[in-house]
């Protein structure tokens, strides 16, 4: 079985279930939006919250990937960095915890942090971000021993934040005949990033995954148009561009497919798209063509779906991993 090491912003996921408003109202937070805040910020917050109750999900978007793939069969480790605290400390146990291995630097800052907020008689939720030690990661500790034994990188867009962390990266693991696989991130960060986003896609880049808002900050085209276009830069990319209930499309070359999305009640759509690319680079990794590799990811991704939070339970992984290995096998 083949491996799989991430690099990526290490962030825990808090869910904390709120009577009313009136803490929203404290920090002046824009409810049902995303709020960016620092690491004192996001401090008092939780002092102010402490008793409520909470969720702590440790993960990110490579992070999560990465646990998921190493769920279905790959084998796998994660690059990042946290602050010294209870949060990191548990970010780093549950990577222990899922036989993932850990290279988890130590940051000045606290820990990433991505608040969500659930209040009471309101579906829609608060988001609030603070990466802190996330973004103290350094160029110079992207090192190449870290890369021996693993054939797949997997990297994030929020990544770029850290100036030389991705392109460092990119260039050992080519160096070293991995398969590099990218996830934009969100369409902010390919707005900020874009010459230096090209240059890497063109250079380095195996697998693009996308989203739809990213596909058309980067290419001004929408779905199978911006799947072709991704595809072309550079010598026949493999691009994939995830549209939610629409599904996905997925080109190569002269090669593109349409993936349909797989029908399941939605409990929270966070993490789908991690899910979707822990799928695909799984049944990838076996050499399965492009299309059951979409297949592969949006059984990941319905399932991903189907579970409140960023990450699919123990239950949900063991049944997707399943329906997997079932699909797989008829296809081989």
């Known amino acids: 079985m083949k491996s799989i090491i991430g690099a990526g912003n290490a962030i825990t996921d808090i869910f904390i279930s709120l009577p009313d408003n009136l803490i929203l109202e404290q920090f002046n937070l824009s409810a049902a939006t995303v709020n960016h805040v620092d690491e004192t910020v996001a401090g008092e917050i939780l002092a102010a919250v402490e008793g409520m109750r909470r969720v702590d999900v440790p993960g990110g978007s490579a992070a999560n990937t990465v646990a998921a793939a190493a769920y279905l069969g790959m084998r796998g480790a994660f690059v ?28 000045e800052r606290g820990s990433g942090v991505s608040l969500v907020f659930n209040v ?51 260039a050992i693991a080519r160096k070293r005949g991995m398969v590099i696989s990218l996830d934009l991130g969100n369409s902010i960060i390919v707005r900020d990033n874009l010459p230096l986003l090209k240059e890497l896609v063109r250079e380095y880049v195996d697998i693009l995954f996308a989203n739809g808002e990213e596909a058309m900050a980067f290419t001004g085209l929408e779905g199978a148009e911006a799947a072709m276009e991704l595809s072309g830069i550079g010598c026949g990319k493999t691009a994939v561009v995830k549209l939610g209930e629409r599904g996905s499309v997925v080109c190569r070359g002269g090669e593109i497919y349409n993936v349909a999305a797989e029908s399941v009640e939605v409990a929270d759509t966070v993490g789908a798209g991690d899910a979707y690319a822990a799928g ?38 063991e049944a997707v991993k399943r329906r997997v290995l079932e699909f797989l096998r008829n296809k081989d």
Not at 284 to 312: N, R
């Open 80 to 107: 990042g960095k946290v602050g010294r605290d209870s949060i990191g400390d548990n970010f780093r146990g549950d990577l222990d915890g899922n036989d993932i291995v850990s290279h988890i630097l130590i940051g």
């Open 120 to 170: 009471a008689g309101n579906a829609e939720k608060t988001i609030v971000t603070s990466p802190g030690a996330a973004l103290e990661f350094l160029e110079e500790e992207i090192r190449e021993e870290l890369f021996i034994g693993y054939d797949y990188l997997h990297l994030e867009g929020y990544l770029l934040r850290c100036p030389g962390v991705v392109e460092k990266a990119m």
């Open 280 to 317: 695909f680079l799984f049944a990838h990794s076996l050499d399965f063509p492009i299309y059951e590799c979409g297949c592969v990811g949006a059984m990941t991704a319905a399932a991903a779906v189907g579970t409140v939070g960023p990450k699919i339970g123990k239950c949900g992984l």
